[in-house]
Structures are given as structure tokens and as C-alpha cells.
T-cell receptor
Framework: DQQVKQNSPSLSVQEGRISILNCDYT??????FLWYKKYPAEGPTFLIS?????DKNEDGRFTVFLNKSAKHLSLHIVPSQPGDSAVYFC?????????????FGPGTRLSVLP | DTAVSQTPKYLVTQMGNDKSIKCEQN?????MYWYKQDSKKFLKIMFS???????INETVPNRFSPKSPDKAHLNLHINSLELGDSAVYFC??????????FGPGTRLTVL
């Protein structure tokens, strides 16, 4: 029972173009969403987050869009750079208690081609 | 000055053994976590500790026991290791509801 889905296991993009990574969730109680980037043999690194009271959050080249009615979020990377090649995980959580349960998607492997 | 560190990075052991993985964070965070990344690459939370109290204990076998001697450390003890325990285990920490900082992971292989 996957509550957070990333239906594209991999994505290839030319350097300089836009990368769009998608994430869908099923639990309507989720109200906080995060994107992590992971390089091989390293732990995930936080990229950007968004709470359910917003529909967009921007940080430099990274923008996350949230469509609550569709239970869908996406991460846009513009322009894409070769160093962005990594696995990207979408994560979601519900509630306002400490130690909240973050549910991760299976990840999308992004390859940015020079 | 690594923020979240784990030891060892690799652990190879026989079925039935007992092993421990150590985790330390120097960020002053109040919550620490253990995650398991299985062969299908899913990251699943195992435990969460807030101020030395267990907050989350997902459906993890009781062969796994987290031990937190202080706010900066959360160790994972595994008894009677089984083949299915082979995975990468990640420690993480956060301050309240903020994003989590992950350690580099420990690859456990049970033979």
C-alpha cells in the first residue's frame, strides 16, 4: 500500500533544460511535503519543502508545486545541470506531533546529459 | 565536522549474530530516526526518538531495539540477524517538524 508514489523510475534531460519530477500521494491527511536528493553511497539530502497552505515554493533553481485537489506535487529544476544527476525522493507527513512519520516515495533517478 | 555520522559504513555478518550500528548527530537536534532502505530502494521509517523518548515504533520485529544514551546518539541493536535484514540503514535527525538530516548509511549484509 504505497501512500507516496513516484511513477517514473528514471528521467533523462539535456543540460540547460527543465527537469520535472512528479509525485502523487493517496493520504489526504498529508500536509507537509519534502524533496530529497540522493547520490550513490550517501544519505539523502534535503532540497526543498512545501506545506499544504501553499501551492508553490521556490529556492533558486528548484521549485515545488502542490496541487492538493489532485494530491500531486512536482519538483521543477531549471536549468538542469549535470551535478543534478541523482535519485530524487518525495516524502510526505501528516499531523503536527514531534517525530512525525515521513513516508517516502520510491525515488526517481534523474540523469542530466551534457 | 560531519552533521550526522554512522558507524560502521559496511557490516557483513552471519545469520543469527547480534550487531549494533551507532549514530551521532552534532546539530543539537531533538529528534533522531532510523530508516531502512530495502532492496527495492524504499526508505521506510523504523524508529523515532524525541528527547530520548520513543515516539514512533513502526511494525519492526522486536529483534531491533533502538538505544539512545543521550540526545545526540541513537544506536540500533539487532539480535538474531536474518537474511531479510540485509539492507542499507540510515540514521537521521531533525529539530521538531523541520527537514531531516541523514547520515551516510550503513550497508548491512547478512550471510
Amino acid at each position: 500500500d504505497q501512500q507516496v508514489k513516484q511513477n517514473s523510475p528514471s528521467l533523462s534531460v539535456q543540460e540547460g533544460r527543465i527537469s520535472i519530477l512528479n509525485c502523487d500521494y493517496t493520504n489526504s491527511m498529508f500536509d507537509y511535503f519534502l524533496w530529497y536528493k540522493k547520490y550513490p553511497a550517501e544519505g539523502p539530502t534535503f532540497l526543498i519543502s512545501i506545506s499544504s497552505i501553499k501551492d508553490k515554493n521556490e529556492d533558486g533553481r528548484f521549485t515545488v508545486f502542490l496541487n492538493k485537489s489532485a494530491k500531486h506535487l512536482s519538483l521543477h529544476i531549471v536549468p538542469s545541470q549535470p551535478g543534478d544527476s541523482a535519485v530524487y525522493f518525495c516524502a510526505a507527513s501528516a499531523g503536527d506531533n514531534y517525530g512525525q512519520n515521513f513516508v517516502f516515495g520510491p525515488g526517481t533517478r534523474l540523469s542530466v546529459l551534457p | 565536522d560531519t552533521a550526522v555520522s554512522q558507524t560502521p559504513k559496511y557490516l557483513v555478518t552471519q545469520m543469527g549474530n547480534d550487531k549494533s550500528i551507532k549514530c551521532e548527530q552534532n546539530l543539537g537536534h531533538d529528534t533522531m530516526y532510523w530508516y531502512k532502505q530495502d532492496s527495492k530502494k524504499f526508505l521506510k521509517i523504523m524508529f523515532s526518538y524525541n528527547n530520548k523518548e520513543l515516539i514512533i515504533n513502526e511494525t519492526v520485529p522486536n529483534r531491533f531495539s533502538p538505544k539512545s544514551p543521550d540526545k545526540a546518539h541513537l544506536n540500533l541493536h539487532i539480535n538474531s540477524l536474518e537474511l531479510g535484514d540485509s539492507a542499507v540503514y540510515f540514521c537521521a535527525s531533525s529539530q521538531g517538524l523541520s527537514e531531516q538530516f541523514f547520515g551516510p548509511g550503513t550497508r548491512l549484509t547478512v550471510l
